[in-house]
């Protein structure tokens, strides 16, 4: 091994994006305590543990004929595996701040990164009806569409049972009870998943199963969000499909969709559902860092290549021209 990073704790970061990929990677990966997830110490530990079993897995991995982590001896540079042992962490600000070593389909903190991302569209693209920043203190009038600093479309309607607030931070905004708010658009998350028999091929498999992504289209969504995911357990390929769904009120779902077990439709997406729903779609799979190695390399070498995460609608307008 040429070398370790030695990563030095800077902070905890608490925005939304940042709770979403502990949610989605973190907090299954390490068991929790839910009523002190949030502590820093925990979060700290929790990451530091991460590293180790991410570090040790790569070496894993690589004895165990995975193609991405090979070093070819007429190479030069450091080798891929250092790469990976040396990502830049994930969930909690680190310095040195080293390179991602981008192999997200398996590295915890690209998948964390790559969690991100989606929660960045769907986000936009999801009207927060929360909190509006009050530029100038003043009580709308009922029925009035307030635009918030720097926006260019409406996040909420203010309704009858407005309230102007003082904040913790000490800053000022106008906020509204879940019950009264607006939600123009609601939410429905859904994992389909398939078995097969682990004699079958897998690069097969996940071809065919892929294809079956675009059933979607049954459903008139607003926009949509699959992340395809492939586990091996008790002798089985476990492929799954994990959507997230945008849609307007009263639209219809398939019996295929809304009979599923686990099955939710969310009908006031707040900010916070939305970082929920964002978690579960994306959430990282254990097997990956903790699954039998030589069939977490089978799984590795099927979907390398495959597109494993797809966006549709409104998810994949850029935010800035959609006025
Ligand atoms: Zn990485």
């Known amino acids: 091994m040429s070398f370790d990073a030695k990563f030095k704790v800077e902070?905890?970061?608490?925005?939304?994006?940042?709770?979403?990929?502990?949610?989605?990677?973190?907090?299954?990966?390490?068991?929790?305590?839910?009523?002190n997830q949030r502590q820093d110490s925990r979060v700290?530990?929790?990451?530091?543990?991460?590293?180790a079993m991410w570090r040790a897995r790569t070496l894993n991995l690589r004895d165990h004929s995975w193609a991405a982590a090979q070093h070819l001896p007429d190479v030069k540079g450091p080798k891929p595996v250092d790469y990976m042992r040396n990502c830049r962490p994930n969930f909690v600000a680190m310095r040195p701040a080293t390179r991602p070593c981008k192999v997200w389909h398996a590295?915890?903190?690209?998948?964390?990164?790559?969690?991100?991302?989606?929660?960045?569209?769907?986000?936009?693209?999801?009207?927060?009806?929360?909190?509006?920043?009050?530029?100038?203190?003043?009580?709308?009038?009922?029925?009035?569409?307030?635009?918030?600093?720097?926006?260019?479309?409406p996040r909420t309607i203010v309704m009858n049972s407005d309230k102007t607030k003082l904040t913790a931070d000490g800053k000022r905004r106008i906020t509204t009870s879940v019950a009264s708010r607006d939600f123009p658009y609601h939410l429905?998350?859904?994992?389909?998943?398939?078995?097969?028999?682990?004699?079958?091929?897998?690069?097969?498999?996940?071809?065919?199963?892929?294809?079956?992504?675009?059933?979607?289209?049954?459903i008139d969504f607003t926009g949509a969000a699959v992340v395809t995911t492939v586990e091996y357990r008790t002798k089985q390929w476990h492929l799954s499909h994990r959507y997230l769904l945008m849609v307007k009120p009263g639209t219809e779902i398939p019996v295929s969709f809304s009979e599923v077990p686990g099955y939710r439709y969310i009908n006031t997406p707040t900010r916070r559902e939305v970082m929920r729903a964002v978690a579960r779609t994306c959430k990282y799979s254990r097997?990956?860092?903790?699954?039998?190695?030589?069939?977490?390399?089978?799984?590795?070498?099927?979907?390398?290549?495959?597109?494993?995460?797809?966006?549709?609608?409104?998810?994949?307008?850029?935010?800035?021209?959609?006025?």
Not at 293 to 298: E, I, N
Not at 305 to 311: D, S, V
């Open 11 to 35: 902070f905890v970061p608490r925005r939304y994006r940042d709770e979403v990929a502990r949610l989605a990677v973190l907090y299954p990966l390490v068991k929790f305590d839910m009523r």
């Open 188 to 218: 429905v998350t859904v994992c389909r998943r398939s078995v097969f028999s682990a004699q079958d091929s897998l690069p097969n498999l996940v071809d065919e199963f892929c294809k079956t992504r675009s059933r979607i289209r049954s």
């Open 107 to 153: 590295c915890p903190f690209c998948w964390g990164r790559m969690v991100q991302g989606v929660w960045d569209t769907v986000d936009a693209a999801f009207p927060d009806t929360a909190l509006i920043e009050a530029p100038i203190i003043t009580t709308p009038q009922a029925g009035t569409v307030v635009l918030a600093a720097g926006e260019r479309r």
């Open 44 to 51: 700290v530990n929790a990451t530091a543990k991460v590293i």
């Open 287 to 323: 097997s990956m860092l903790m699954g039998d190695p030589k069939q977490t390399v089978r799984i590795l070498h099927a979907i390398s290549g495959r597109r494993l995460r797809a966006l549709y609608g409104c998810f994949r307008k850029t935010k800035h021209y959609d006025t």
